[in-house]
Structures are given as structure tokens and as C-alpha cells.
């Protein structure tokens, strides 16, 4: 078992007499991890040409090859950049640019998609009179089918690319990503997995997936440091990419690596510790337990279960996704009151970080909770008891 009250100390909350039950947000970095980084950031500003002419390159490297490992990607079209919002938008740029969408072709979302990937889908829709069709899903959701068979009714002979959630943002609902993306390609449809919430959620094999394009974030339930994703593009659509800032990667004479790796690889001059502390994230997890980040993963998805069974008991609400699409965030819809209220009195007067998405679905607000290394039972007993108390008042 994973030894909680230890691994709590790893994390900087109990300074500061903070109850975290949003890492779903934007993650949260073990001290460890932090070190680590400030120990690159540093060699960095003590010398910044010997370090970006120097170990930069290495480094670039070694970490990129760690995720592709961890995700079972093909290491020859993994790339670093810094989150799933920069991966969305570096497919969808490289593809109008490649004039993959015409009028009147059709970029497939749905409506549980998450609102900033949604919108580079929406723009680029407007910039080259593409339609938007926006699969409307279910909220709560009955089973995985239901989510399959939608998305696929929804597909046309116009159906130029598909964006899907490997798990989603407000319902923290783990999709059946394997059939959907079988089912796209059964229909010739290319397919962006939006896999912003899965490395450490869910374990990854993206070879096996073989989706057009994936991209997620390893600042979430990974840990890493914030400004660290990737994105895995299948062989058939490497020449097409192309990072959002094109540098000196686009006309490197160098025979290795390759071009695309070579423009991903340097995006100009700024600071990429971030994604050059991966290694280091993997090996805190190995010393939280044995099994590393999979056996911690297994005991948050067990820990979150709990932690939703005793604000079912308390309070009396009802899941809103079956335990097979659940991961390490679950999601509740609220009864009717000011939820902003609510969340700002938990913050301030009880030191607790919720994620309650103001009317997040439907004109009704959804309180998410999450689990990581960091999290007790108690955390979410104190949550019960502290939403009892505070829903008469609001
Ligand atoms: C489903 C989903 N996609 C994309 C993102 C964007 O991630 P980032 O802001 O780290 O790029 C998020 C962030 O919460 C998300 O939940």
C-alpha cells in the first residue's frame, strides 16, 4: 500500500495547511521533481550558452525518449512541447496549412470536449469554411457504448478529422478511445485523441492505439512540472507537421535526427526545463512504492472511489459515470445554489482547492474531485462535512 501521509510530505500543501482535492486542474509537482528542475534552470542562467549548446540537445533527447517508452509510442514521432492545448493547436495549424480542410468538409468535436481545444477546432473551421459538427453527448453517462455509438453516427463521407477526449475534463469520464479510434478508421477518418488527462490516469500503449494524432500532458497526473506535454504523430502524417514556431530545425543540414524531431526539438530560446525533468518524475514515483507511477495510479483510482462513496453517503448524490470510465477524478452534478460562493468559501475559510465548475453542465455546477499520492480519506470526509455545512447557506 501506498504509505499516503509519507508521500504527503513530498508535496507542499501540508505548509500551508492546504486540503488539495484538484490535482484534475493543473497537476502538482512533488518537491523532488521541483528541485530537480531548479538545479537545470540554474546551470541554465549560470551559463546559458554553454548549457543551450551544450546539454540541451541530450537533454531533448533522453526525455523524449523516456515518454515515448512510458506511452508506448513510436520514438520517431513523439515530440515534446509544453501541453495538450500546444498539441491541438500545432495538428490543426499543420493541417489547414497542408489545405486539409475545404468548404463545406466537416471537423467532427463533441459537446464534452474541452472548450479551449474546441475553439482551434472552431477557428480553423471559420478560416477555411469548414463545418463544425458537435456531437451532443450525455451527461450523467450510462455506459462506454453510448458514447461510441453517437460518435459514430455522427461521422459523414465529409468528415475530414475527428476530435476525441481520451478522458474528459468536466465529466472525468474515461472514453472507450480504443473502439472509437477503430471505428474512424474503419470509416477513413483521421482522429485527434485530446489525451490531456491520461498519462497517469490510464496507462498508455499509443502504438497499439494507433491514432492519427495524440497528444497529452505529463503536468497533469504525471506530475511534471507545468509546460510539459507531448504529441505522437502516426508515420503518415509526419511531413505534414510542423511546430507552432518553426526555428532552425526547417532547413538543419544535419542527417540526424530527423527534420521533424529537428524542428520540434528547438523552438527558440527560452527555458524547457520543464520537459527536461521527466526522467526525474518517473524516478520519484519509483521510490514512492514499488511499481512506481502505475501501483500509485491503481491506488488513487481505489482512493477516489472511496473519496466519491462518502460524498454518495453523506450528502446523497449520485455519480454521474460508471466505475468501468472512471480514473482518478470523479464528478458530481449539484443541487442548485451559488456554487461560486461555495467554492470560494471552501478556498477561504476552509483551506480547501475544489474544482466546482460554475455552472459547468446545462446550468447546473459540477463538483469534481481527484486523487493523488498526497490524498487521504480524510480529505474527502472533511469535503463531506464541510459541503453539509455550507449548502443550506448559499
Ligand atoms: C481535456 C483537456 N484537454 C486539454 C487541456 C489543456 O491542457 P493544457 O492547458 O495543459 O494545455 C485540458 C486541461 O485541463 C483538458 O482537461
Same mark, same amino acid.
Given at each position: 500500500?501506498?504509505?499516503?501521509?509519507?508521500?504527503?510530505?513530498?508535496?507542499?500543501?501540508?505548509?500551508?495547511?492546504?486540503?488539495?482535492?484538484?490535482?484534475?486542474?493543473?497537476?502538482?509537482?512533488?518537491?523532488?521533481?521541483?528541485?530537480?528542475?531548479?538545479?537545470?534552470?540554474?546551470?541554465?542562467?549560470?551559463?546559458?550558452?554553454?548549457?543551450?549548446?551544450?546539454?540541451?540537445?541530450?537533454?531533448?533527447?533522453?526525455?523524449?525518449?523516456?515518454?515515448?517508452?512510458?506511452?508506448?509510442?513510436?520514438?520517431?514521432?513523439?515530440?515534446?512541447?509544453?501541453?495538450?492545448?500546444?498539441?491541438?493547436?500545432?495538428?490543426?495549424?499543420?493541417?489547414?496549412?497542408?489545405?486539409?480542410?475545404?468548404?463545406?468538409?466537416?471537423?467532427?468535436?463533441?459537446?464534452?470536449?474541452?472548450?479551449?481545444?474546441?475553439?482551434?477546432?472552431?477557428?480553423?473551421?471559420?478560416?477555411?469554411?469548414?463545418?463544425?459538427?458537435?456531437?451532443?453527448?450525455?451527461?450523467?453517462?450510462?455506459?462506454?457504448?453510448? &458514447?461510441?455509438?453517437?460518435?459514430?453516427?455522427?461521422?459523414?463521407?465529409?468528415?475530414?478529422?475527428?476530435?476525441?477526449?481520451?478522458?474528459?475534463?468536466?465529466?472525468?469520464?474515461?472514453?472507450?478511445?480504443?473502439?472509437?479510434?477503430?471505428?474512424?478508421?474503419?470509416?477513413?477518418?483521421?482522429?485527434?485523441?485530446?489525451?490531456?488527462?491520461?498519462?497517469?490516469?490510464?496507462?498508455?500503449?499509443?502504438?497499439?492505439?494507433?491514432?492519427?494524432?495524440?497528444?497529452?500532458?505529463?503536468?497533469?497526473?504525471?506530475?511534471?512540472?507545468?509546460?510539459?506535454?507531448?504529441?505522437?504523430?502516426?508515420?503518415?502524417?509526419?511531413?505534414?507537421?510542423?511546430?507552432? &514556431?518553426?526555428?532552425?530545425?526547417?532547413?538543419?543540414?544535419?542527417?540526424?535526427?530527423?527534420?521533424?524531431?529537428?524542428?520540434?526539438?528547438?523552438?527558440?530560446?527560452?527555458?524547457?526545463?520543464?520537459?527536461?525533468?521527466?526522467?526525474?518524475?518517473?524516478?520519484?514515483?519509483?521510490?514512492?512504492?514499488?511499481?512506481?507511477?502505475?501501483?500509485?495510479?491503481?491506488? !488513487?483510482?481505489?482512493?477516489?472511489?472511496?473519496?466519491?462513496?462518502?460524498?454518495?453517503?453523506?450528502?446523497?448524490?449520485?455519480?454521474?459515470?460508471?466505475?468501468?470510465?472512471?480514473?482518478?477524478?470523479?464528478?458530481?452534478?449539484?443541487?442548485?445554489?451559488?456554487?461560486?460562493?461555495?467554492?470560494?468559501?471552501?478556498?477561504?475559510?476552509?483551506?480547501?482547492?475544489?474544482?466546482? &465548475?460554475? !455552472?459547468?453542465?446545462?446550468?447546473?455546477?459540477?463538483?469534481?474531485?481527484?486523487?493523488?499520492?498526497?490524498?487521504?480519506?480524510?480529505?474527502?470526509?472533511?469535503?463531506?462535512?464541510?459541503?453539509?455545512?455550507?449548502?443550506?447557506?448559499?
Amino acid at each position: 500500500m501506498l504509505d499516503r501521509s509519507a508521500a504527503l510530505q513530498f508535496w507542499p500543501f501540508a505548509e500551508q495547511g492546504v486540503i488539495y482535492l484538484n490535482h484534475g486542474s493543473f497537476g502538482a509537482v512533488p518537491k523532488p521533481v521541483h528541485a530537480a528542475q531548479q538545479a537545470l534552470q540554474q546551470q541554465l542562467y549560470a551559463n546559458p550558452m554553454d548549457f543551450l549548446t551544450g546539454p540541451h540537445t541530450e537533454l531533448m533527447s533522453a526525455n523524449r525518449l523516456h515518454i515515448a517508452a512510458l506511452t508506448q509510442a513510436d520514438p520517431q514521432g513523439l515530440v515534446l512541447l509544453s501541453g495538450a492545448t500546444e498539441g491541438v493547436n500545432t495538428v490543426f495549424s499543420s493541417l489547414q496549412a497542408h489545405g486539409h480542410f475545404k468548404p463545406g468538409d466537416e471537423i467532427l468535436i463533441t459537446s464534452h470536449g474541452y472548450n479551449a481545444c474546441n475553439n482551434v477546432a472552431r477557428e480553423v473551421a471559420q478560416r477555411t469554411g469548414a463545418k463544425i459538427v458537435e456531437v451532443q453527448l450525455p451527461f450523467p453517462i450510462e455506459d462506454a457504448a453510448q &458514447i461510441r455509438t453517437l460518435i459514430s453516427a455522427a461521422v459523414t463521407d465529409k468528415t475530414k478529422l475527428a476530435m476525441i477526449d481520451h478522458i474528459s475534463s468536466i465529466q472525468a469520464a474515461i472514453y472507450p478511445i480504443a473502439d472509437i479510434v477503430a471505428d474512424m478508421k474503419a470509416k477513413g477518418v483521421p482522429v485527434l485523441v485530446d489525451g490531456a488527462h491520461a498519462l497517469g490516469q490510464v496507462p498508455l500503449n499509443l502504438t497499439a492505439l494507433d491514432a492519427d494524432f495524440y497528444t497529452g500532458n505529463c503536468h497533469k497526473w504525471f506530475c511534471a512540472p507545468v509546460g510539459a506535454g507531448f504529441l505522437s504523430i502516426a508515420p503518415r502524417w509526419r511531413e505534414v507537421m510542423r511546430p507552432l &514556431i518553426l526555428s532552425h530545425g526547417y532547413n538543419d543540414p544535419a542527417p540526424q535526427p530527423s527534420r521533424l524531431l529537428k524542428m520540434f526539438g528547438w523552438t527558440g530560446t527560452k527555458d524547457y526545463s520543464a520537459q527536461f525533468v521527466l526522467r526525474e518524475t518517473s524516478a520519484f514515483f519509483d521510490t514512492l512504492m514499488p511499481g512506481g507511477l502505475e501501483s500509485v495510479r491503481i491506488n !488513487n483510482c481505489a482512493l477516489v472511489r472511496e473519496g466519491a462513496q462518502i460524498i454518495e453517503d453523506e450528502l446523497g448524490w449520485q455519480r454521474t459515470v460508471p466505475d468501468s470510465m472512471s480514473g482518478t477524478m470523479i464528478s458530481f452534478l449539484m443541487p442548485p445554489g451559488d456554487a461560486a460562493l461555495l467554492k470560494q468559501r471552501l478556498r477561504q475559510e476552509l483551506n480547501m482547492v475544489t474544482q466546482i &465548475i460554475v !455552472n459547468g453542465w446545462n446550468n447546473q455546477s459540477v463538483l469534481r474531485i481527484s486523487a493523488h499520492a498526497y490524498n487521504q480519506r480524510g480529505d474527502y470526509e472533511k469535503l463531506a462535512a464541510a459541503l453539509k455545512q455550507q449548502l443550506p447557506q448559499i
